[in-house]
């Protein structure tokens, strides 16, 4: 990686901060708009399940209807679009999507394959390794698409602050997928405020408590 390109990426990382107030009426192009779910997509995996789903609203009708849901935070209509991550309950069945490919193009041996899948399914049959791994590999994915958005001149605010219930609800969120956090992704109306953060020696430790 060139000094150039390293400096770029941590520029974007220090400059990242949640924004809450964007330019209202602002429409992303449908261009920027699936750079950004591609961006997203390219975030690592346990197993590479890719355990996401993205719920894209941005029809204004739509967003209205989140807005009681997010508890009336104005960024929910105010922004270009509000993206639900979900997390994927049912990530095993992936399987044979990520891995039958590979084995086809002669990239993975098929033993190794049944290997995995073997390996996956003994997993996944413990409700809570699925719903952790749903909201783990999930959270990945929102913090690329948090960061991809930035690189891309946007801003982006995750939220927790919503009815979990209610959104499954009015969405039609099938059972297999777990909501994780809500994004907002659009144009800020004023610059981010730099949020304070604890020092190294406050969230670091050595080798071992």
Same mark, same amino acid.
């Given at each position: ?5 390293? #400096?770029? *990426?941590?520029?974007?990382? /220090?400059?990242? !901060?949640?924004?809450? =107030?964007?330019?209202?009426? !602002? ?7 699936? =750079?950004?779910?591609?961006?997203? &997509?390219?975030?690592? &995996?346990?197993?590479?399940?890719? !355990?996401? @789903? ?7 009708? =739509? @967003? ?10 104005? =960024?929910? *209509?105010?922004?270009? +679009? +509000?993206?639900? *991550?979900?997390?994927?309950? /049912?990530?095993? @069945? ?8 590979? *084995? ?16 996956? /399914? ?27 958005? @930035? ?17 499954? /609800?009015?969405?039609? +969120? ?5 909501? +994780?956090?809500?994004? #907002? ?8 405020? #730099? ?10 430790? &050595?080798?071992?408590?």
């Amino acid at each position: 990686m060139s000094t150039q390109v390293q #400096s770029a *990426v941590l520029k974007v990382l /220090e400059e990242r !901060h949640s924004v809450k =107030q964007y330019q209202a009426g !602002h429409k992303m192009p449908q261009a920027d708009l699936e =750079q950004l779910l591609t961006s997203t &997509s390219q975030a690592p &995996s346990s197993w590479n399940l890719q !355990h996401w @789903k993205l719920l894209v609203i941005d029809d204004q009708a =739509q @967003k209205e209807k989140l807005l009681p849901i997010a508890y009336g935070q104005k =960024q929910i *209509v105010e922004s270009s +679009v +509000v993206i639900a *991550v979900l997390g994927d309950l /049912e990530a095993n @069945k992936n399987a044979e999507l990520v891995f039958g490919p590979a *084995v086809d193009a002669g990239f993975m041996p098929k033993q190794l394959k049944d290997t995995l899948v073997a390996q996956i /399914e003994g997993a996944y049959q413990y409700p809570q390794v699925a719903r952790d791994e749903a909201i783990r590999n999930a959270s990945l994915a929102a913090m690329q698409l948090m960061i991809a958005a @930035k690189a891309m001149g946007y801003d982006t605010c995750p939220m927790g602050g919503y009815d979990a219930t209610k959104f499954v /609800e009015a969405f039609n +969120v099938p059972a297999r997928y777990v909501p +994780v956090m809500l994004i #907002s992704v659009g144009l800020a109306a004023s610059p981010a405020r #730099s949020a304070g953060r604890l020092s190294l020696d406050q969230i670091t430790v &050595s080798n071992t408590f």
